[in-house]
């Protein structure tokens, strides 16, 4: 496809379980970000890929959060040990370059996670 | 502190008024881009457009203009002749070009819910 891409559109957990979240960004984009976008609110920065190396990973709440993008292609976040409070829409983003921070960000439609 | 503050949490016209969407930033560094982005029921934000810094002219696409503001830290958004299409939640953010890991994420606002009645 021509856009961004996510799976699942949504994913229903248990607190506590592990859960894979899948990002297929443009093809050719070297930049891949993460999202955390909760009701009301605007997208929160989690984590950017500029190749298959995270390039700032500041955002990640904590260590139960975890994203990798081994062939710099797709990319898949990792969260473990789930609890309530991240339920929350994850939004994937991609681009073509990132020089100068110039950079126009193509957005994926996201992927529900209801942790009960 | 936020780096970009939308005050407006929500804001509704009728069919045909115009609509100013509000955005205040706040950086440190003298090279940033500016972006808006709106994001429909469907939920998938739409790149709507990017200025730099150092480009300060006004921008009109059709229906939408831009009026950014260095001397206020401003970026707003108007939309002429609203249509009930526009009803979306529009989001403003930040990104600074300077300053080693922060290249490149964006700063978001908390966005500003606009429904258009017919």
Redesign the interface.
Known sequence: GAGVSQTPSNKVTEKGKYVELRCDPISGHT?L?W?RQSL??????LI?FQGTGA??D??LPNDRFFAVRPEGSVSTLKIQRTERGDSA?Y?C?S?AT?A???????????TRLTVL | AQK?TQAQTEISVVEKEDVTLDCVYETRDT???LFW?KQPP??????LI?R?SFDEQNEISGRYSWNFQKSTSSFNFTITASQVVDSAVY?C?L???LGG???????????TQLTVWP
């Open positions: 930049a970000y999202y009301g609110q605007g997208p929160e920065f950017y390039a700032d500041s955002g829409v939004l983003a681009s990132l100068g921070g110039n950079n126009e960000q193509f957005f994926g439609p996201g | 970009v090279t940033y881009y982005y469907s939920g998938e934000l739409v790149f990017r730099n989001f953010a990104s600074e070009a890991s922060t290249l490149g994420r964006l700063y978001f606002g908390r966005g």
